[in-house]
């Protein structure tokens, strides 16, 4: 593809007299990306024998006894060597290199469009890019045994801030660290240390247009509660705010300027204790750093800071974005229209609906919320997410699978497995059975736990019926995760059969599951 961009290049600066070269070149190009497409992977000879083994971090549960002697149960995260046929390894490794491929794709995307878009900031536009450093421990210069190893030592939590601005036609960069005693990394917390900065930008700038960049970590920048507080409550941080986006770095790549600064703030801390200060108490950190580093602003969040923002979010009226975890890109074009508007990827000067995943409509906060989908148009809905293929119109019909609903459709059949539907038993790898409802939609679909968190949230991976044939087989949809409360689980589902057919993971249950969708016709 890169050498018919190339050619295609090249064919716009030749002359009308070089038909024949324009020809050759475009043909030579396509020619070479033809065969590119086809090409497979060459492996040296080997028999079918042959054993060879790789690396490959997993999750396994562990069983443990706690002071009680009740055992428990615990997931790790280990590197585990696995041991298989040389054929095997390679059909492994070639089923991973989509994956791999889509998530550099990502990466490389996002790079790209946000280091463009600092390129060319427009006066009235101010970039954010924050990140959480990790805590400083704070030392003495001389210690005790029992203190080194005991729990005496107090942490306190860095979030780094580098804010980027154009004045006079030259774009410059500021630098920030806000410090707490408090260790929350939470929505409540993280609009606590930007509130400074903002009002340092208020300020300073006459910017209407705040452009944020982070990475996507799902307990701190990218979840429910930090949409609903870009859609409902930024403007009451910074009043001048006319058009806000969050543009989140691809998983694993979000490393950049604010590491730095994060960087600074600890290495100066540890000169000044090797130099024999004790920096013993957060005001004694906090009048280090600010007496010794001159380029890097610091600034004071306590926890009446924290509490403050946190009563400004109506809990009870949050609601999960379907399809969060493919979010990079999050808008609000308009404050006063209280649309919140989802892109898979980042797009800053290009009006392009290619990326569009979704819309939520806080317009009417006290009576919850709309989530307004986009339609599908393409014949295969492998890439999109289960969400999508539900589009909101005013007339209803349901989708009949065998099994599933009775003749008369009074409505969804009973084969629903209630075992010990408690949090507790909600861990990870966990199969469950996941329900949504709107005002004019409803659907349930089978899913497995992928993680669990603090704040009564579950990140779940969903499952789709295969073909539609029967209610026991599914397959695993790797693009479609989301959060979901546990209210929106109604059941756990026995452990499936699971299986490898080409590069998908099939699940196949041994009963029905009970899963349905209801979409809309066109009246």
């Not at 070149?25 to 990306?33: H, K, P, Q, S, V």
């Not at 649309?339 to 290619?354: A, I, K, M, Y």
Request: proline content about 3%.
């Amino acid at each position: 593809m890169a050498l018919l961009v190339q050619a295609l290049n090249r064919m716009k600066v030749l002359t009308e007299g070089n038909v024949f070269e324009v020809t050759r070149t475009f043909c030579c190009a396509l020619r070479e990306c033809l065969k590119c497409k086809d090409n497979t992977i060459s492996y040296k000879p080997y028999q079918s024998t042959e054993v060879g083994h790789f690396f490959k971090w997993t999750t396994r549960k562990e069983s443990y006894f706690d002071k009680y002697q009740k055992q428990k149960s615990m997931t790790k995260t280990i590197k585990q060597k696995l041991i298989m046929p040389l054929n095997e390894m390679i059909f492994e490794f070639e089923g991973s290199i989509i994956n791999f491929l889509k998530h550099k794709g990502r990466s490389l995307h996002q790079y790209n469009q946000i280091s463009k878009k600092k390129e060319s900031l427009m006066p009235n536009e101010v970039m954010i890019h924050v990140d959480f450093s990790e805590n400083y421990s704070l030392k003495h210069a001389e210690e005790t045994q029992a203190f080194h190893f005991g729990g005496s030592r107090q942490q306190i939590c860095l979030h780094t801030v580098v804010i980027y601005f154009k004045s006079n036609g030259i774009v410059h960069s500021k630098s920030f660290c806000t410090l707490s005693q408090s260790l929350k990394h939470d929505v409540s917390a993280i609009w606590a240390h930007l509130q400074p900065i903002l009002s340092y930008i208020s300020e300073v700038h006459v910017a209407d247009t705040l452009i944020f960049v982070s990475d996507s970590p799902a307990t701190q920048y990218r979840n429910k509660t930090m949409f609903y507080f870009l859609a409902n409550k930024l403007h009451h941080l910074y009043p001048k705010i006319k058009v806000c986006s969050w543009n989140y770095w691809e998983s694993g790549h979000g490393k950049g300027a604010p590491d730095g600064v994060g960087g600074v703030t600890k290495r100066t801390a540890d000169r000044l204790v090797a130099e024999g200060k004790d920096i013993s108490s957060y005001e004694i950190l906090l009048n280090s750093l600010q007496n010794n580093i001159k380029n890097i602003t610091y600034f004071s969040i306590d926890d009446a800071d924290i509490n403050k923002i946190s009563d400004l979010i109506k809990k009870d009226s949050i609601k999960p974005f379907v399809g969060t975890m493919q979010v990079h890109q999050v808008k609000v074009e308009d404050y006063t229209a209280g649309l919140l508007t989802f892109f898979r990827l980042s797009l800053f000067d290009v009006q392009s609906t290619s990326y569009f995943c979704g819309i939520l409509d806080y317009s009417d906060e006290d009576n919850g919320y709309t989530q307004i989908e986009p339609e599908v148009s393409s014949d295969s809905d492998d890439d999109l997410p289960l969400s999508n293929l539900v589009c909101h119109k005013k007339k209803m019909q349901r989708i009949h699978y065998n099994g599933v609903y009775s003749d008369d459709e009074a409505g969804p059949s009973s084969k629903i497995y209630q075992h010990d539907l408690v949090p507790s038993n909600i861990i990870k790898d966990t199969y469950v059975l996941v329900e949504y409802k709107t005002k004019l939609t409803g659907y349930r679909y089978a899913a497995v736990v992928q993680n669990v968190l603090d704040d009564d949230e579950v990140l779940v991976m969903f499952l789709k019926v295969c073909k539609f044939q029967n209610m026991q087989a599914f397959r695993a949809n790797d693009n479609d995760t989301s959060f979901v409360g546990y209210d929106q689980i109604i059941a756990i589902l026995p452990p499936p059969n699971i299986f490898v057919k080409g590069n998908k993971t099939y699940y196949k249950f041994h009963n029905d599951v009970d899963v349905f969708e209801c979409i809309p016709v066109n009246t």
